[in-house]
């Protein structure tokens, strides 16, 4: 049966976007003749009826394009009118289903919609890598690639000048982009939000670095506390979550402090965020397009196709929004072995 399938990207953008977007319309164009509707700028587009056509052609050559052609925003619909709201919008251009891609919070409205009896599959989305009922998140690659690259280019810098430089990526709750970053670049600490150090463990790391000849490098994830600190914020969002952001700065003057070594920070921020995808969040966003077509074909409502080993599967909504996945203390630890 043909059906007509809107599709939105909402919460942070992330490289790969673009090509479970291609992925899903071509497979479900070619494959089962399904009908494309574009919803921009997430919810916020599916309750103020902000909704076009997305045919075939205007998906061509995505998958290596950074981005949402569709746009993002944080606008949910339950501010908005909610579930009546959405139906009335969805009847108006006879979408039969959505497909919603995005992180935990998106995914954790999908559920809400479906609990309300709309049609909806979601796909995860996330640089943090965080969802727990997937392996991998598309944007993840992407994001460490970028992390990784700017961590080498900084250490040659430090060498230069014989410094110690704090590195601060992304990763609100958990610590995937520092701790996959910092073993790629050989940091010399990695600092994540389930691991709580005291500054003086960072600055004894600091000493023994520079005490082999080396110019330290510490990665830190912007939700890193150090023990007996506070979270670093600029205030708060639209959504009453802390802005996270200034951790490597707030810890660089105490560490130079402590060390006596000159020291600098970088944040990188949403430098992770932009440009192409890796070639790997390519191939999975467009498994992950293609699978999600599959599911609405099979009127898997309230379900979100997930990465586990190498293949695809579909997994509850309920399940994918559970929790968070945090790094287990054991894979830092294997990384701590080679600090300082």
């Keep these: 049966m043909r059906v007509r399938i809107g599709i939105l990207t909402s919460g942070g953008d992330c490289p790969g976007l673009n090509a479970v977007i291609r992925g899903a319309v071509l497979k479900g164009d070619r494959i089962y003749e399904h009908t494309f509707l574009g919803i921009k700028d997430g919810f916020r587009g599916l309750v103020e009826d902000d909704i076009a056509p997305l045919p075939r052609r205007a998906v061509r050559g995505l998958s290596r394009q950074g981005g949402t052609i569709l746009g993002t925003s ?9 579930s009546a709201r959405v139906r009335e919008v969805m009847d108006r251009h006879e979408m039969d289903a959505i497909i919603a891609i995005g992180g935990e919070g998106t995914l954790t409205v999908a559920r809400m919609l479906h609990d309300d009896g709309i049609p909806i599959v979601g796909v995860p989305k996330t640089i943090d890598n965080d969802l727990s009922a997937t392996d991998y998140t598309f944007g993840f690659d992407t994001a460490v690639s970028i ?3 700017s961590i080498d280019r900084l250490r040659t810098t430090a ?4 410094r110690c430089m704090l590195v601060e990526v992304m990763g609100r709750h958990t610590g995937w982009i520092a701790l996959h970053a910092g073993i790629a670049a050989g940091a010399h600490a990695i600092l994540i939000p389930e691991v709580p150090v005291s500054v003086e463990q960072v600055a004894e790391w600091v000493r023994l670095t520079v005490n082999r000849g080396r110019a330290p490098v510490v990665v830190v994830a912007e939700g890193f506390v150090p023990e007996g600190g ?3 914020s600029k205030g708060v969002d639209h959504m009453g979550r802390p802005v996270l952001g200034g951790i490597a700065e707030r810890l660089t003057p105490v560490i130079e402090e402590l060390t006596g070594i000159e020291t600098r920070s970088m944040t990188l921020g949403h430098l992770q965020r932009g440009g192409v995808p890796t ?3 390519r191939v999975l966003a467009t498994r992950f397009g293609t699978a999600a077509v599959d599911s609405v074909h099979q009127r898997r409502w309230g379900t979100m196709v997930a990465l586990r080993g190498t293949d695809i599967v579909t997994v509850n909504l309920r399940e994918a929004t559970s929790e968070l996945k945090a790094v287990p203390r054991a894979r830092w630890d294997e990384a701590a072995i080679l600090f300082g």
Aim: charged content about 25%; overall charge negative.
């Design 230 to 232: 506070e979270l670093a």
């Design 74 to 82: 944080r606008v949910g619909p339950f501010d908005h009118g909610g």
């Design 159 to 162: 060498e230069s000048h014989h």
């Design 279 to 281: 070639s790997y969040d």
């Design 147 to 149: 992390a990784t690259e």
